[in-house]
């Protein structure tokens, strides 16, 4: 606590955060920015009244970590976030009913998408048959009932280069919201639980095809827990490797893309940015940037639990990035990213098709003789 205080002490508030943050940008709502999350937190921190304006400042924020790469003083702002958030629940005032409900529904259900646990599976595109492997495709809540494509995609592709891996008709939920909630304690008690199972199991690799899967078990659960004894690794890592195993060789002049970088996968931890694009390449792909990309990407608008509770703002934040993406197609190598960007899309009225990495590498491939 003592570091969040040091911390708020240092801002002169001079601004430089407002020009990146997407939730200030739409509308220069003071409120919905950094420097309105930073004075919501001292607020929070000296025991003042908490407004719904203090509320909403400190839950619209999207955890994406664009506004600490441009702060001269360096200061962590969705860390001082992250701690309102656990201020405000520690003391019952969070968090909002939305995540609330989100969070009973990983309890009773499994999954964040309040999806039926016996569908888990329906995005498969073959009959389930069990198989036991050391390496787990952990498709995560949105690929498995919101964004099917992206873990049938997945799993086709893994299929196709060759990996040996299994699925779970019942593999869980990440846990990370209870990290955007603000309720680290309930996160460890789950991630425990879900390490354990992993352990019984005898799964020491996770392929996961979410950029906020892959940033809760590679980040957060180390953070939490101390250590994990299982490999991370996102679809996008392994891609050019087999890949080239393979021999894959496509004439260049395929399909235009935007491709979209994930705040999972870049500014949180994980830096992938080489070899989505590098996959995409190999396979005749030509790829478009979005004006912001690599450690400046665009959010979707839906991290930080902001789509639930927010969702104005999130479709605001993801029909910029839709509206200034140079081609028809956005490629993303995150399932919660299509979903949000997709949904985005029909909401808005855009015309542009937010397709899955590995549907977009799989047609390509089909299409070719290798």
Known sequence: MADVKEALELCSECGACLDVCPTYGPDQVMNLSPLGRLRAARQIFQGEEITPEIKESIYSCLECRLCTGSCPFEIDIPEIVYASRVELAATGRGPLEPH?????????????????????????????????SSTLFFAGCIASYLAQDAAASSYLLLKK????????????????YYMWAGMPDVAK??????????KQQGITRLILDCAGCYECFSRQYPAVMGSIDFEVVHIAQLLPALLKDRGIEVAPGGTEVTYVDPCGLGRLGGGIYDEPREALQICGVQVSETRGNRENGPCCGGGGAVRAAYRDLYLKVAGSVL???????????CSFCQFNYSYAARKTGGDKEIIYLARTILDALNGSSG
């Not at 280069?161 to 990370?176: A, H, N, R």
């Not at 008690?189 to 992993?198: D, I, K, L, R, V």
């Not at 509206?323 to 190598?333: E, I």
Request: with cysteine; charged share 20%; hydrophobic share 35%.
């Open 100 to 132: 609330i409900h989100i969070m009973e529904g990983i309890h009773k259900l499994g999954n964040s998408a309040g999806g039926a646990p016996e569908k888990r599976l329906d995005w498969l595109p073959e009959a389930y048959s069990p198989h036991e």
């Open 161 to 176: 280069l060759g990996v040996d891996f299994m699925v779970l008709p019942d593999e869980g939920c990440c846990g990370l």
């Open 189 to 198: 008690a789950h991630f425990e639980q879900m390490a354990s199972g992993f």
């Open 323 to 333: 509206r200034d993406a140079p081609s028809h197609k956005l490629v993303t190598p």
